[in-house]
């Protein structure tokens, strides 16, 4: 079965997206087949990896809200074993329509475990917010990843999100575990970037991950191709960073045998 990995973080414009679709990206070309989720209603992940959200007529909404079967809707990309359940506007109302629902925090989970066994990771993308999406990826999910930028308001609503983490693990999903808090944004040449490096290693120690997301252009530019950061350049320093991102958690959850000195790329 694979393991599902939420990536959230309520604090908008702190690398999820791109974390999800570069680390999805990155086990796929590892040779593990991967399968990303887009279960934010702006579908930047559908964007960035090269589909038009105007485009999808069914979604992981319809999975949801209507029972229709996620492999009948599952998308292949240009990237060899990932493939893509796309998200829409309309997850936008899925919220509403779910309140009233029995069982309604386990709806995604019900739409992933139907497909999870084909695949050896499940990376979902989580919306900017604590709503009921959002925890519905986090009872699916078995970690989760939490993306900090190095910049001043870097802890800023980390401890909400930690709580809400917390409130799962205790009513909803016991086995939740944290994968790791990645720093992202990180310029070395900034001492406020170095400070925040600092102060997160020193609050969450081995909760960090070892690998640390630069900033980098090619980033920026790769959604604007629908490409991920390794089909666009994987020379860059945010494909290096993605790959050994991927490498650290194949080696955490004991899925390569890797070498002290194999465990990150060098640029």
Do not use: W
Not at 133 to 160: H, M
Not at 190 to 203: A, P, Y
Not at 211 to 235: C, W, Y
């Amino acid at each position: 079965m694979g393991k599902v990995i939420s990536i959230a973080n309520q604090k908008g414009g702190v690398g999820k997206t791109t974390t999800a679709i570069n680390l999805a990206a990155g086990l796929a070309v590892l040779e593990h087949k991967t399968l990303l989720i887009d279960a934010d209603p702006q579908a930047n992940a559908t964007s960035g990896i090269g589909f038009n959200p105007k485009n999808i007529k069914t979604s992981i909404y319809e999975c949801i809200i209507d029972d229709v079967e996620p492999k009948d809707i599952l998308l292949n990309t240009t990237t060899p074993n990932l493939d893509l359940i796309p998200a829409h506007i309309d997850l936008v109302g899925a919220e509403i329509e779910m309140i009233n629902l029995p069982n309604r925090e386990y709806m995604m989970k019900n739409v992933i475990d139907k497909v999870k066994g084909d695949y050896e990771f499940v990376i979902i993308d989580c919306s900017p917010s604590l709503g009921l999406i959002t925890v519905n990826s986090l009872v699916a999910a078995d970690s989760v990843i939490v993306p900090v930028q190095c910049e001043y308001f870097a802890l800023e609503g980390l401890g909400k999100l930690l709580n809400t983490i917390k409130i799962v693990q205790s009513r909803l999903n016991p086995a939740l575990e944290i994968e790791g808090i990645l720093l992202t944004m990180y310029d070395n040449r900034l001492r406020l970037s170095n400070q925040v490096v600092e102060e997160v290693r020193s609050h969450f120690q081995e909760l960090v991950f070892d690998t640390i997301v630069q900033r980098n252009t090619k980033l920026g530019e790769a959604p604007s191709f629908g490409e991920t950061i390794i089909m666009h350049d994987i020379q860059s320093k945010g494909a290096v960073n993605y790959l050994n991102l991927a490498r650290e958690i194949l080696q955490k959850n004991n899925l390569t045998k890797l070498n002290e000195s194999e465990k990150t790329i060098d640029i």
